[in-house]
C-alpha cells in the first residue's frame, strides 16, 4: 500500500481555507482514480513546534496506481487548485509493506485495512 501524506500549515484566513479545501479541493482530490482511502483530519495534535491545521492522508494499492492517479485529469486539476489554498503544505508518498500472513483473514473478508508493517490496523 502506498500513502500519500500532506500536512497544511496554519492558514492565514482559517475559515477561507476550510471552506474552500471543504467546497472545491476535497472533492477534486476525492475523485483521484484507484483510492484506497481518503482520510482528512483537522484536529492534529503537534509533538514540536506549532503544528499543523491540517493532515491528510490518501492510500492507493501501489506505485502504478498513485502514476495513473497523479497523470490523471483530476490529478492535474487537484495539483493546479494548490495555489488557491492559502496555507504552505509539505507532502510524501511511502510505501506499506504487509506482514506476510497477516492480511490473509481480511482479504477472505474481501478487504485489505489493516494490512500494514506494525501490526497495528490503519486508522481511515
Avoid: K
Avoid at 482514480?33 to 495534535?45: K, W
Avoid at 497523470?71 to 511511502?94: F, H, I, K, W
Wanted: proline share 8%.
Amino acid at each position: 500500500m502506498i500513502r500519500f501524506l500532506i500536512t497544511y500549515d496554519i492558514p492565514r484566513n482559517a475559515a477561507a481555507f476550510d471552506r474552500h479545501y471543504r467546497e472545491v479541493h476535497q472533492p477534486l482530490t476525492a475523485r483521484l482514480p484507484g483510492i484506497l482511502s481518503y482520510t482528512v483530519n483537522r484536529t492534529p495534535r503537534a509533538v514540536r513546534g506549532s503544528g499543523y491545521h491540517q493532515v491528510v492522508e490518501v492510500t492507493w494499492p501501489d506505485w502504478d496506481a498513485v502514476e495513473r492517479a497523479f497523470a490523471s485529469l483530476e490529478g492535474q486539476a487537484a495539483a493546479a487548485d494548490m495555489v488557491n489554498l492559502d496555507a504552505p503544505t509539505r507532502s510524501c508518498l511511502y510505501e506499506v509493506p504487509e506482514i506476510p500472513g497477516r492480511c490473509e483473514p481480511a482479504r477472505r473478508a474481501g478487504t485489505t485495512s489493516g494490512c500494514v508493517d506494525s501490526g497495528r490496523p490503519a486508522m481511515t
